[in-house]
């Protein structure tokens, strides 16, 4: 990773992997941009035992986001999947602690786009990324979906709506990532990856 590049940072929540297959699969749109870096994060989960604790250092996948990533990032991507046509619990209570972040206006005038994950095919993808939008546009970020170039949005028989990519993963969460929603994902990590370097002159 080149320092002076711009940072793209994919920020998503996982439980069983799928929403983590997305973010991957963006961060490969990403990196396919000359000159632009994607950066995985994570966040921990949250629990309703008062005493649950998680390791300082994820079993699996990348890294916890720190507010340093924030403040580094000329983009975001961020995923989670599905509960009840609402973003996950663990996501929201992270992005409910940035608070410092939005009065110093750390994320005002990015651009940044959404993704998630559903065990049932109508299961809440687009409520899902309506609410992950919501506190993006608190925080001045500038939101970008999928436009209808992208053919695969009028031919998917699985995930992929114009809000964002999204994946199928059925209810054991084992489907694979089909080819319609890999080239969206891909997709829109480059189109994140393209605004961002051109907002910077990089482009």
């Known amino acids: 990773m080149n320092q002076t590049n711009p ?7 996982s439980r069983h992997g799928a929403t983590r297959k997305l973010a991957e699969l963006i961060a490969q749109g990403i990196e396919s941009v000359p000159g632009v870096d ?11 035992v008062a005493e649950a604790t998680e390791p300082a250092i994820p079993a699996a ?11 580094e990032c000329a983009g975001l991507a961020l995923g989670s ?11 929201k209570y992270f992005l409910d602690g940035t608070a410092a972040e939005w009065l110093a206006g750390t994320l005002s005038g990015k651009p940044a786009v959404v993704f998630t994950s559903t065990g049932s ?12 939008m919501i506190p993006l546009l608190h925080h001045g970020m500038m939101i970008m979906g999928l436009p209808y170039s992208n053919p695969e949005l009028m031919t998917t028989t699985s995930g992929g709506t114009p809000y ?15 080819d319609d929603e890999k080239r969206l994902a891909i997709a829109m990590g480059r189109r994140l990856a393209e605004t961002a ?4 002159g990089a482009m």
């Open 7 to 13: 940072i793209i940072l994919v920020l998503y929540y």
């Open 38 to 48: 994607a950066r995985l994060r994570t966040v921990p989960a949250v629990s309703t």
């Open 61 to 71: 996948g990348a890294p916890y986001v720190e507010a340093q990533d924030l403040a």
């Open 81 to 91: 999947p599905t509960r009840f046509g609402n973003m996950a619990s663990s996501l």
């Open 121 to 132: 095919l109508h299961g809440g993808q687009e409520s899902t990324l309506l609410s992950m």
């Open 164 to 178: 964002g990519p999204t994946h199928w993963a059925g209810v054991d969460g084992n489907k694979p990532v089909s």
């Open 197 to 200: 370097a051109r907002l910077q």
